[in-house]
């Protein structure tokens, strides 16, 4: 599954991709597909479901590969066989197939994308007990050779799972989306969760995370149900406080539980970052308090949450790029240290306002993309870029100031902005710009 966040763009360009190439297909049968040295990938189906087998051939070259989304939701595919000969299945072969509960292996099978059967309704796979790569046991596909928990059936329905004893990573999209389980625990031998692990899991309210445990993912539990965090008190490399998982070492606030209650969080004094997707999905959040002992705030840090208040402190100096995207956030105070508005670091979120400290010299890439609540922006004097798809379909957007110091706007920075006049300095490059792309603007008189 792709990573954040951008996660529904990508997979409407992906399937966009799959079409394109679809168009310069051939098609036998059920199947599109295409031919390149000698070799078919399927790259589509066209048939009424059910039990398939797939072909191991068409068009005279043998199958080798099931491609990106080839058969992503389908709601007619009850079980699939996967014939020998065909040796790996892309991102999102079977995504979302909502009736799909059987799927046989063969030996050829040498690379399974993590995601290939996400949200996929499967509850049974098949495969050979002498496969040289994958293994199947108690209905959880493992790779053999590496010890990684590769997939967990998005279908099966049991409560609760042990994994096995001598796994030592947790797989990308692992239990993605998973609804049923309401406890996992883990052995002392797992050193890693991969990326999207336990995304979307709906009922797992505790996550115990054994000492052995010495890298996660940065997205790894983005948007589960996790109310809090526990590891023991011998952990040398985590540590938790009222359920929320620190790196003490590092002084980094690494993950709040999305599902935790109360709409109020102080981070404690001595922290001195908030990670990458540190508040991803965080659904009862209203406000946070951070002191002003954080000197950075990392990339989706607030992604998707329901933060509506923040107060960022003097200390920060780096707010990384898609930090409240998707959030509900509705007003912020940004520090005058900072010197950037990072790239999507607004996109699609419910801000009413905005002060931009003076001392921000650039505006990257879909800072506000489609805030339709912003009414009034001022570019501080000293700004020298605006990014492309800045200010893209701000629908309320009216007045933007734009100073002499501004030398570059990208592309389509005011597309869709029906209602905005840009107030510019006489023969600036915004007006230039403003010309140029059929903009209305404005002079602002020097004095003012």
């Not at 031919?35 to 191991?56: R, S």
């Not at 308090?289 to 402190?313: C, M």
């Not at 492309?388 to 005011?414: M, N, Q, W």
């Not at 597309?415 to 006049?421: A, Q, S, V, Y």
Request: charge should be negative; glycine fraction near 8%.
């Amino acid at each position: 599954m792709k990573a954040k966040r951008l996660s529904a763009l990508l997979l409407a360009l992906c399937m966009l991709l799959s079409l394109c190439q679809a168009a310069g297909a051939d098609i036998s049968g059920d199947y599109v597909y295409t031919v390149e040295d000698g070799f078919a990938t399927i790259t589509g189906y066209e048939g009424m479901g059910g039990d398939i087998t797939l072909p191991d051939e068409l068009g005279g070259a043998p199958v080798r590969a099931v491609a990106d989304y080839a058969f992503a939701r389908n709601g007619t595919l009850t079980s699939v066989v996967i014939p020998e000969g065909i040796e790996s299945l892309a991102e999102c072969a079977f995504f979302d197939c909502v009736n799909l509960a059987t799927v046989t292996l063969p030996d050829s099978l040498s690379e399974i994308a993590s995601d290939a059967f996400a949200m996929s309704a499967v509850t049974k796979i098949i495969i050979s007990k002498d496969h040289p790569v994958y293994a199947v046991y108690g209905g959880v596909l493992y790779e053999k050779n590496e010890r990684i928990l590769h997939t967990y059936p998005y279908g099966k329905t049991d409560t609760s799972f042990a994994i096995p004893g001598n796994i030592r990573y947790i797989g990308a999209d692992a239990f993605y989306g998973n609804k049923a389980l309401t406890s996992v625990t883990f052995p002392e031998t797992v050193l890693e969760i991969g990326n999207l692990a336990f995304a979307y899991t709906e009922n797992i309210k505790t996550l115990y995370i054994p000492d052995s445990v010495t890298h996660i993912s940065i997205d790894a539990f983005e948007a589960a149900s996790f109310q809090s965090y526990e590891v023991s008190d011998t952990n040398e490399y985590l540590t938790t406080a009222d359920g929320v998982l620190y790196h003490p070492t590092n002084k980094t606030l690494l993950y709040y539980p999305p599902g935790k209650f109360g709409a109020l969080y102080t981070v404690p004094p001595g922290i001195t970052r908030i990670d990458s997707c540190a508040f991803d999905g965080a659904s009862n959040l209203i406000t946070v308090h951070i002191p002003d002992t954080v000197t950075s705030i990392g990339a989706f840090a607030f992604y998707k949450s329901s933060l509506e208040h923040l107060v960022v402190p003097g200390s920060v100096t780096e707010i990384g790029a898609y930090a409240f995207s998707k959030s509900t956030i509705k007003e912020i105070t940004l520090p005058k240290t900072l010197t950037e508005i990072s790239d999507g670091l607004f996109d699609y979120c419910d801000l009413d306002s905005l002060t931009i400290p003076d001392t921000v010299t650039k505006i990257g890439s879909f800072a506000f993309f489609t805030v339709w609540n912003l009414t009034t922006v001022v570019i501080p004097e000293g700004c020298t870029s605006i990014g492309e798809y800045a200010f893209y379909e701000c629908r309320d957007l009216t007045s933007v100031t734009i100073p002499k110091s501004v030398t570059e706007i990208g592309d389509h920075a005011f597309d869709l902005c029906e209602n905005l006049t840009l107030w510019v300095a006489e023969g600036s490059y915004a007006q230039e710009y403003a010309e140029e792309n059929g903009l209305t603007f404005s002079i602002k008189p020097d004095w003012l």
